[in-house]
C-alpha cells in the first residue's frame, strides 16, 4: 500500500507538472498521510484508484493502470489500450459536431515490461493514430520525482517562436541539435514529445555566470 501511495501521489505531481488539472476527488491526496489514503482505498474497495482522467483546455490525459496479469505477455493490456483509445475518439460535442479532445494521451501504469512484441503494437498504434501518444511507466519510475534532483537541472520546452530564433542565434537546422531520448527521466516524466526542442539550464562552477545552458531536440527511442 505504501507504494502506491507514493506511486498515486507522484502521478498527480507529474500531471500538475504538465499543467493538467486535478479533480477536487484527487486533489486531497497530494496532502493525506498513508493512513487516510488507505482507509479511503479499504472503505471505498478501491482497485482502480491509478485511474483517472486529467483536462487541460482540450486535451486529455488517461491514466490506466495495467495489473500483472494484463501485462504478463502484454496482449490484454495492448487490447485495453485500443479500447480506451476508441471510446475517448468516439466522443463528440454536440454543439460543433467536433470530437471533444484535440490531443489524447494514454498514461499506462504497469508492474512488469511488456513483451517486445506488445511494446512494437504499442509503438504501432502511437505512429497510426495523430494526436495520439501512449506512455507506458513502470511501477518503479513512479516511485521517484526525477525534477525534484537539483543535479538534474531546469528543462523547459521551447515554443515555435524560441525555437526558431534559437536556431537563427546559431545558424544551424534543428536536426543539426543534439539529441535527448524520450527515454530520459525528465522527457519522460514531463511527457515532451519527439520533435520537441528543449533548453536545459544547470549550474555549473567554472562557468562566468553559474549557469550552462544547452539545447536538446527528443527523438523517439521506444
Known sequence: MEDLFLIKKNQLIMMEKRDFVIGKNEKWISNATLEQFESYVNSARRTDILDANYIRDNDIAVAMYLPSEATSTGVAAVNKIKDKIAELESYIDPITKLRTFRN?????????????TSSQDIRNIRLSKENI????????????????????????????????????????????LPIINTSDA??????YPAGSVLAIQRDERGVSNGINFSYRIVVDDS
Open 133 to 176: 501518444g501512449i506512455e507506458v511507466f513502470l511501477y518503479s519510475q513512479l516511485l521517484i520525482i526525477p525534477t525534484s534532483n537539483e543535479n538534474t537541472g531546469t528543462y523547459k520546452l521551447l515554443n515555435e517562436q524560441e525555437k526558431a530564433a534559437l536556431l537563427s542565434k546559431y545558424k544551424v537546422s534543428v536536426n543539426q
Open 186 to 191: 525528465i522527457v519522460h516524466f514531463m511527457g
Open 104 to 116: 489524447i494521451t494514454i498514461v499506462c501504469v504497469v508492474q512488469f515490461k511488456f513483451s517486445k
